[in-house]
T-cell receptor, first 116, second 114 residues
Framework: AQKITQTQPGMFVQEKEAVTLDCTYDTSDQSYGLFWYKQPSSGEMIFLIYQGSYDEQNATEGRYSLNFQKARKSANLVISASQLGDSAMYFCAMREGPLGNTPLVFGKGTRLSVIA | KAGVTQTPRYLIKTRGQQVTLSCSPISGHRSVSWYQQTPGQGLQFLFEYFSETQRNKGNFPGRFSGRQFSNSRSEMNVSTLELGDSALYLC?????????????FGDGTRLSIL
């Protein structure tokens, strides 16, 4: 079974608008970490934001925020005030267990295109 | 602070050859992980090293191997290359590999098999 599901293969957003990228996850662990990464066409993976399973507040990093709904097992990324440079692939990922000896598992990604 | 450095950036090999990819983690990071990225399979975990020991291994054949040196630098080796090994190979590092530590990625090595 897929551990990370990103249901939107591609999305378009107007510059300066906000956009939400969906991510649902599947785990039976109580302790886990959720991550979002950005991959421009050049290939490098850029870390954006982290949410721990025990964190009560939604994570925020500048224009990025994570809408964490634990009961629904969703961890959607919200990008506010989109910029042309936000056009890229976005990956949701999870790491399970408190000890950190499990691999980072990625979803298939969402390709975001920002339109001027 | 220098980021994760992967060399070479591009490689072209033929079937049956072997290849070694190199990864220098961020200074002070002791956990190094390797991933394979292909259009069909997406990002797949290969292995993780911590303090010169393989801590985790993904579901790849034995042709894929790796090691980590005392300075935390890591190498990945693929023997008897197959066409399906064409991929972007990404290396990532973190201080100790705990789950609340983001992994920081290098630019990757793009391997093409002819």
């Amino acid at each position: 079974a897929q551990k990370i599901t990103q249901t939107q293969p591609g999305m378009f957003v107007q510059e300066k608008e906000a956009v939400t990228l969906d991510c649902t996850y599947d785990t039976s662990d109580q302790s886990y970490g959720l991550f979002w990464y950005k991959q421009p066409s050049s290939g490098e993976m850029i870390f954006l934001i982290y949410q721990g399973s025990y964190d009560e507040q939604n994570a925020t990093e500048g224009r990025y925020s994570l809408n964490f709904q634990k009961a629904r097992k969703s961890a959607n990324l919200v990008i506010s005030a989109s910029q042309l440079g936000d056009s890229a692939m976005y990956f949701c990922a999870m790491r399970e267990g408190p000890l950190g000896n499990t691999p980072l598992v990625f979803g298939k990604g969402t390709r975001l295109s920002v339109i001027a | 602070k220098a980021g994760v450095t992967q060399t070479p950036r591009y490689l072209i090999k033929t079937r049956g050859q072997q290849v070694t990819l190199s990864c220098s983690p961020i200074s002070g990071h002791r956990s190094v992980s390797w991933y394979q990225q292909t259009p069909g399979q997406g990002l797949q975990f290969l292995f993780e090293y911590f303090s010169e020991t393989q801590r985790n291994k993904g579901n790849f054949p034995g042709r894929f191997s790796g090691r980590q040196f005392s300075n935390s630098r890591s190498e990945m080796n693929v023997s008897t290359l197959e066409l399906g090994d064409s991929a972007l190979y990404l290396c990532a590092s973190s201080p100790t590999g705990q789950i609340n530590q983001p992994q920081h990625f290098g630019d990757g090595t793009r391997l093409s098999i002819l």
